[in-house]
């Protein structure tokens, strides 16, 4: 398997994890289209590959996840997911991320990165970055734990 095939594979099985864990909490998966026009009712409901305005660039801007919980999250909760299995320069668009959740996203956000192929500096550096409206970034044993905690 080629590397960027593999890349999306892995990221792929992290996005599995996050919608199983969103279904098994009593979340609806939903279509995207339909999305906005049921924000505000009693259901808990996400959808994926949401195009949330536009980044820092001007360009559209489409997240992994985007949940509504009537009473966690009436505002919506973003989850961003970033699987990096092997060293590379992935871990460069972490600033870009980050600076479009703190300027253009206005939802809060969490993160979660897993993988083990991120250096050290550059998690570090990103959960430093925790604040506004970037409210976490979880592995996915935290992020778990997290939600088992009933936070999503």
Aim: charged content about 20%; aromatic content about 12%.
């Amino acid at each position: 398997m080629k590397q960027g095939s593999k890349a999306a594979y892995t990221g792929k099985n992290l996005e599995d994890f996050v919608r199983n864990t969103l279904l098994r909490h009593g979340y609806r998966k939903v279509r995207k289209d339909l999305f906005p026009s049921m924000i505000g009712g009693g259901s808990n409901i996400f959808t994926e590959h949401f195009s949330v305005g536009q980044n820092i660039y001007g360009n559209d801007t489409v997240v992994d996840f985007i949940l509504y919980h009537p009473k966690k999250h009436p505002d919506c909760l973003i989850i961003e997911v970033k699987w990096q299995q092997v060293g590379g320069t992935v871990e460069q668009k972490y600033p870009f991320l980050v600076l479009n959740i703190k300027e253009c996203y206005k939802m809060n956000t969490i993160i979660i990165l897993d993988g083990g192929g991120y250096t050290k500096g550059a998690e570090t550096w990103l959960r430093n970055q925790v604040g506004g409206n970037l409210k976490g970034v979880f592995n996915m044993s935290e992020f778990q734990k997290w939600a088992n905690d009933g936070n999503i």
